[in-house]
């Protein structure tokens, strides 16, 4: 559902700062596309699964990814009705979750590296 290997290679690729405010943008940005699909909002349903496609893409949430893939295909050939919103919405509840406890994780891991290998200065 989480593809870790591409937020280790974004973390890697932007530095921790901007990842940190990227994960930020995202989240919030996922927030508002979110709340209109829970209102059953389907006016922009094809323009909103593009955009959680590719921001899910960029920040390795791979299940979601996919399952805005199969509904932007489906809303390109004419069959939005049958995008499965509440299939959807759980698989973005149940990947921010695990993502999020994911990201605390290795912010406890590195803090603890960190620590590890400082050096201790003495007298």
């Known amino acids: ?15 921790e700062d901007d990842f940190a405010e990227v994960i930020v943008l995202f ?20 323009h909103d699964l593009h955009f959680l496609k590719g921001s899910a893409l960029n920040i390795g949430l791979s299940g979601l990814a996919q399952l805005c893939h ?22 973005h509840d149940q990947s921010r979750i695990q993502f ?9 891991q590195i803090r603890n590296s960190a620590k590890a290998s400082s050096p201790v200065m003495s007298r």
């Open 100 to 108: 999020c406890a994911g990201l605390a994780t290795q912010e406890r």
């Open 70 to 91: 199969e509904g932007e295909r489906a809303c390109t050939s004419g069959q939005a009705p049958l995008v499965d919103l509440d299939n959807l919405l759980a698989c």
């Open 27 to 46: 989240l919030e940005e996922a927030d508002e596309v979110i709340a209109r699909l829970r209102l059953g909002d389907r006016t922009r349903l094809a």
């Open 1 to 15: 559902m989480i593809d870790w290997t591409r937020v280790a290679e974004l973390r890697s690729e932007i530095g």
